[in-house]
């Protein structure tokens, strides 16, 4: 079937209180982002169903600055809320992109609120004064007057598509070899689109540090999942939710394919073949010199 893709931007004026928090609000972004997918989906005003959906961590923009959004890749449809049967989404619409800026936004405020009151956030620098409740609750509401960046894109075509997307798209680092350009005099040139100004691919030149210091904030906290599953695909339930929903669509899992073997065949029986030792190349050349200056006489034999 169709997915769609749902993107959930937070806004930039957040950049610097996730960057002193990165774990915290990184966390914070995929759980809410995905609640609010999920309570949406859930109202009968809108699809009323119980969907499932993959989520991936993108924290940099064209211009490799700070840009923390979560890209959704979702079904287009789901299950009744008892389970019953099974509800299609329109293939041109999924969910009110407007009521999921709101909630979202509503969602994140909120639980920001709650890790203040908890003493979880960290307030460095610039932000020491964000420390104090009174001034913390001004910036939520600063923030609560400005629409947050929902957008839902089109629908993928069908599961080959999905997966064409995730093996290239997923596991991108900040920025790939092919952008980059130049470096000369201590300065980094590199390719990147200005979506302002209708993609158009234009030349950006940066210093060697700047360079770095752009790349390096999108370093993630060591153990983070940036690739997370929620709903029907949540590990605990994903087995029976998606037995069910083949049941109700008609359809079967495609048999697993067999695993490659790690065992080499021996180039005279053919038989499969243990591995004793591996070695590195080093250490296969220090033990053919330790075995050339050890070599018996001439005429004895070695065997």
């Known amino acids: 079937m169709p997915y769609f893709h749902v993107v959930f931007t937070l806004p930039h004026e957040l950049s610097s209180l996730v960057l002193q928090n990165k774990r915290l609000l990184y966390d914070l972004l995929f759980r809410t982002s995905a609640a609010t997918l999920l309570e949406v989906a859930r109202d009968p005003k809108h699809l009323g169903a119980d969907i499932g959906l993959l989520t991936v961590l993108h924290t940099w923009g064209q211009n490799l600055q700070h840009h923390p959004h979560v890209h959704c890749v979702v079904p287009a449809g789901g299950l ?59 910036f939520l509401r600063q923030l609560f007057t400005k629409e947050w960046v929902v957008y839902a894109k089109p629908p993928f075509g069908g599961a080959e598509h999905v997966l064409h997307y995730l093996a290239r798209y997923t596991h991108r680092v900040a920025i790939s070899n092919h952008r980059l350009v130049a470096f000369k005099e201590d300065r980094v040139s590199f390719r990147w689109k200005d979506y302002a100004a209708g993609g158009k691919q234009k030349i ?19 153990g983070l999942v940036r690739i997370r599953h929620f709903g029907l695909f949540a590990n605990r339930r994903r087995a029976a939710s998606l037995l069910r929903c083949r049941s109700l669509l008609g359809t079967h899992a495609s048999p697993p394919e067999a695993a490659p073997s790690t065992q080499h065949p021996c180039p005279l029986c053919s038989e499969p073949m243990l591995v004793v030792e591996r070695m590195t190349s080093s250490q296969l050349h220090f033990r053919s010199t330790l075995t050339s200056s050890h070599s018996p006489p001439c005429g004895i034999d070695s065997s």
Not at 109 to 131: D, M, N, R, V
Not at 207 to 222: A, G, Q
């Open 80 to 138: 009744t809320l008892d389970g019953s049967g099974w509800v299609a989404a329109s293939l041109r619409f999924f969910l009110p992109v407007r009521v999921l800026s709101r909630v979202f936004r509503g969602k994140f405020t909120a639980a920001l609120k709650q890790l203040l009151l908890q003493g979880k956030l960290q307030f460095h620098s610039s932000l020491q004064q964000l420390a104090r409740p009174e001034l913390f609750r001004q």
């Open 204 to 222: 950006m030149t940066v210093s060697t540090d700047e360079f770095l210091r752009r790349f390096l904030i999108h370093v993630l906290p060591k």
